[in-house]
């Protein structure tokens, strides 16, 4: 009978030991419960940003300063044309396509005599030699006059040219200085095409050929064959 109690004094103790060990834990997360209950609710009002001082707005962003307030605008251009250009191959047209060599002759304006020309896809607008460029106004309206011929041919005839202004373009040299260079629309002949073309004007006499044909003419032209020359009069055709 002694040793029955004595078991049964044993295991109230380890029932005791146990139930004072989970009213422990209980308490202890209970705390938790109530130090997270306390703690201070973060706002959606105070996860927005503060409000940028003065002299935060006042300072150049990023991409403020890396504009150039004297960017070439030909390189501006290009740019947008390429960022806008359609990606996909566009169907092909069952017409046919004449084919031009990547050097032609051309007469530009009224004069009678040809002149070199170079169809460079590397170039967005045409550009054309120029001496002596002079602004003037006519019917309210701004003209430039200037001589066309060929610097890099000697005894070249000398044509005066008289244009309506059509617009001016900024342009970079190489060596960091910007020209503001005049841009009229002209009429050339290559071959029996005759085309109406925006034209830069230009001092080329360093250049292969005093006239440029940019791509903004050619994809109204045709194709440029860039392992031939001189195709205008053969009237080739794809």
């Not at 003065?54 to 962003?61: F, R, V």
């Not at 960091?176 to 925006?198: C, D, P, T, Y």
Request: overall charge neutral.
């Amino acid at each position: 009978m002694i040793v029955f109690f004595h078991r049964w004094l044993r295991g109230l103790s380890v029932v005791l030991l146990l139930t004072s060990l989970i009213c422990a834990a209980d308490e202890k997360k209970a705390g938790v419960s109530t130090a997270n209950a306390a703690a201070p609710v973060t706002k959606a009002s105070d996860q927005v940003d503060k409000a940028p001082t003065k002299a935060a707005l006042d300072a150049p962003s990023d991409d403020a300063a890396n504009l150039d307030p004297e960017e070439d605008e030909e390189v501006a251009a290009e740019k947008k044309e390429a960022e806008n250009s359609v990606k996909v191959a566009r169907p092909v047209s069952s017409d046919p396509v004449q084919v031009f060599g990547w050097r032609e002759k051309v007469t530009v304006g009224e004069m009678t005599d040809t002149m070199v020309a170079k169809l460079d896809t590397g170039a967005l607008t045409s550009s054309l030699h120029a001496e002596n460029q002079q602004l003037f106004e006519r019917d309210g309206k701004k003209w430039v006059k200037f001589v066309l011929t060929d610097p890099g041919q000697a005894g070249a005839k000398r044509y005066d040219i008289e244009a309506p202004l059509a617009r001016t373009v900024l342009i970079k040299e190489p060596g960091g200085q910007s020209e503001r260079r005049n841009v009229v629309r002209l009429n050339f002949q290559i071959g029996e095409r005759s085309i109406k073309a925006e034209f830069t004007l230009n001092n080329r006499h360093n250049m292969i050929c005093p006239v440029l044909i940019g791509r903004s003419t050619i994809q109204v032209l045709g194709w440029v064959d860039p392992s031939r020359t001189y195709l205008a009069d053969d009237k080739i055709f794809r």
